[in-house]
């Protein structure tokens, strides 16, 4: 079974940080690309950050420069380094990996199951 979990979400003032992390669990062969997506209230979930193996981070563009994706390989995670936070920034961020279970086995896609990050005075 695999599993990916997130924590680090919260609530803090703009202009404050936090960050997330995921955790990668199971019986993984490879994991392909890592990294996040978020949705806000009424808008359709976006694309934050990912990032391929062997690869540099991509961010969406609302976010470059404020946020930091870095990942452990290693151990099957990821990590999202939030700064100078807005209150646009408000959303559910859910962990998102394409990954395999086997070398010759199709890559499928697994989901976090989201962790709340609130911006607000």
């Known amino acids: 079974q695999v599993q990916l979990v997130e924590s680090g979400g919260g609530e803090v003032q703009p202009g404050g940080s936090l960050r997330l992390s995921c955790a990668a669990s199971g019986n993984i062969f490879s994991i392909n690309r890592m990294g996040w997506y978020r949705q806000a209230p009424g808008k359709q979930r976006e694309l934050v950050a990912m990032?391929?193996?062997?690869?540099?981070?991509n961010y969406t563009d609302s976010v470059k420069g404020r946020f930091t994706n870095s990942r452990d390989i290693s151990q099957n995670m990821v990590y999202l380094q939030m700064d100078n936070l807005r209150p646009e920034d408000t959303a559910i961020y859910y962990c998102?990996?394409?990954?395999?279970?086997?070398?010759?086995?199709?890559?499928?896609?697994?989901w976090g199951r989201g962790t709340q990050v609130t911006v607000s005075s």
């Open positions: 998102y990996a394409e990954l395999r279970l086997a070398r010759l086995a199709p890559d499928f896609v697994q």
């Open positions: 990032q391929a193996i062997g690869g540099s981070p």
